[in-house]
């Protein structure tokens, strides 16, 4: 256990419909970041906070997509209008400015 | 755009043997890299990293190896255990922002 921790673990959902997912980072950790992974690949970046700003997002967060960390502790992360295509893990990490990044477990996502 | 690559897929190793996990990178300016260790269902789990300004960097059991010369990054891991078990992902950093980029990973499977 990292002390990231992610909910829910799996989601099921009909296409169409829209999900949020949810990241508790290590509470001292300035930084977030999202994360997909499909089977058999690397997790690819998805988007990064430092505190509550978003600073960075990867061509691949469509406009469906929609990431927020508020207060600058948790983060969700929204996916509308859910494709089937969206089907993958969803990581959260943390890290203490550009450190090492600490991986919560996923939330896995299965669009019917 | 750039990416990391593993050499191999998968890996078969008999317990108490060393292992030899290797991963190419393509980005000169990549200045921090990382290994990870995923078992299946679970998130990414740091294993050791390494900065630019050094070529060796020894953790409990294993080894991380950079060559800068011919963009190469190798893990070593001593006497395998049936627990080292897992999918490898080397990453590298590219900026001071944190984005990792993952390569696809090699499945390191251990024969008792």
């Known amino acids: 256990d990292t002390g990231v921790s992610q909910n829910p673990r799996h989601k099921i959902t009909k296409r169409g419909q829209n999900v949020t997912f949810r990241c508790d980072p290590i509470?001292?950790?300035?930084?977030l970041y999202w994360y997909r992974q499909t089977l058999g690949q690397g997790p690819e970046f998805l988007t990064y906070?430092?505190?509550?700003?978003?600073?960075?997002k990867s061509r691949l967060l469509s406009d469906r997509f929609s990431a927020e960390r508020p207060k600058g502790s948790f983060s969700t992360l929204e996916i509308q209008r859910t494709e089937q295509g969206d089907s993958a893990m969803y990581l959260c990490?943390?890290?203490?400015?550009?450190?090492?990044?600490?991986f919560g477990p996923g939330t896995r996502l299965t669009v019917l | 755009g750039e990416s990391v690559g593993l050499h191999l897929p998968t890996l078969s190793v008999q317990e108490g043997d060393n292992s030899i996990i290797n991963c190419a990178y393509s980005?000169?300016?990549?200045?921090?890299f990382i290994w990870y260790k995923q078992e299946s269902g679970k998130g990414p789990q740091f294993i050791i990293d390494i900065r630019s300004n050094m070529d060796k960097r020894q953790g409990q059991r294993v080894t991380v190896l950079l060559n800068k010369t011919v963009k190469h990054l190798s893990l070593q891991i001593a006497a395998t255990q049936p627990g080292d078990s897992a999918v490898y992902f080397c990453a590298e950093k590219l900026d001071n922002t944190g984005k990792l980029i993952f390569g696809q990973g090699t499945t390191l499977q251990v024969k008792p």
């Open positions: 980005n000169s300016a990549s200045d921090y």
């Open positions: 990490a943390s890290s203490l400015s550009g450190n090492e990044q600490f």
């Open positions: 906070f430092q505190n509550e700003a978003q600073l960075e």
């Open positions: 509470s001292e950790h300035n930084r």
